[in-house]
């Protein structure tokens, strides 16, 4: 084990020590949450080679899928726990990762915490601003969502809860505004990754296959993405507009979309230019 871990682990055993509190348990619960989720770094890999299927049984046996899910949760606490504004948050999403986790260790927990958890009744009675689309800088998420009926983005970006995702791309938001069907964050973005998944009996992992091997065709590289199935023509919960929405402001820095931005469906359905967007 490395220096710094044993050190870390000395520390706490130390303080609680002097308490007469130096138990197992204690000592578990006496380090941090950093310090659980640096332990599944790739630097342990050997050690979780043999250890990851009796600490996290229901897992998928690698300890990468483990680490990621852990450290986004870390994340998420850590915004929990400094105050920061869950308004921007998709509470819903991050807490089914908290129980996907639960899950990998014991079932029987995650179904427990499921039962108890409050967190679902709190995040009802949130302000809501009737927004329910997010639209996106869609340079190069256009053309692939054209071909895939997807959007990819980097991993671990934070969204609102919303249900659907308009295009920004070539100064004007697209007319598909598709509905949101699955997202999963922190995908493996890799030829071998897509051949796992295409193997797998979930229609989702199928689909995520079809959208790497898509994408890295368009010339994305390889790395770690988030991944939004989304609706196309046909679906019964696809909407178009009748036509795309010009952006007739210019200049730099005047792009109608630098990262994101909120609007609602109906705004979208009943504006001409994105100036109308705005009012």
């Not at 079932?107 to 108890?116: D, F, K, N, Y």
């Not at 009996?201 to 790395?223: C, F, H, M, P, Y």
């Amino acid at each position: 084990m490395r220096d710094s871990t044993s050190e870390t682990i000395t520390s706490v055993r130390q303080r609680l020590c002097h308490e007469g509190r130096d138990t197992r348990h204690q000592i578990i619960a006496g380090l941090s949450f950093g310090f659980w989720s640096g332990m599944l770094g790739a630097r342990y890999e050997d050690l979780w080679r043999s250890a990851l299927r009796h600490a996290f049984p229901n897992s998928s046996g690698a300890r990468k899928d483990v680490a990621r899910d852990v450290e986004a949760i870390r994340k998420f606490r850590n915004r929990l726990a400094h105050h920061d504004s869950m308004l921007n948050i998709d509470i819903p999403f991050e807490m089914r990762r908290v129980h996907r986790v639960a899950a990998y260790i014991d079932t029987t927990v995650a179904s427990w915490l499921a039962r108890a958890d409050r967190s679902l009744a709190v995040y009802a009675e949130r302000p809501t601003f009737g927004f329910d689309t997010v639209v996106v800088p869609a340079k190069r998420a256009w053309p692939l969502y054209q071909d895939t009926q997807a959007y990819v983005c980097q991993p671990g970006r934070w969204f609102q809860p919303v249900e659907r995702i308009a295009f920004y791309a070539d100064q004007c938001i697209q007319a598909p505004v598709p509905k949101i069907l699955y997202r999963r964050d922190n995908v493996t973005w890799t030829p071998r990754e897509a051949e796992r998944l295409a193997d797998s009996d979930d229609r989702n992992d199928r689909k995520i296959a079809s959208v790497i091997t898509a994408s890295r065709e368009q010339g994305w590289a390889e790395g770690m993405y988030q991944v939004f199935l989304l609706s196309g023509p046909g679906h019964p919960q696809h909407r178009q507009l009748d036509t795309a929405l010009p952006h007739e402001t210019s200049g730099r820095g005047s792009a109608f979309v630098q990262r994101q931005r909120y609007v609602s469906l109906h705004q979208l359905e009943t504006a001409h230019t994105t100036a109308d967007l705005s009012t």
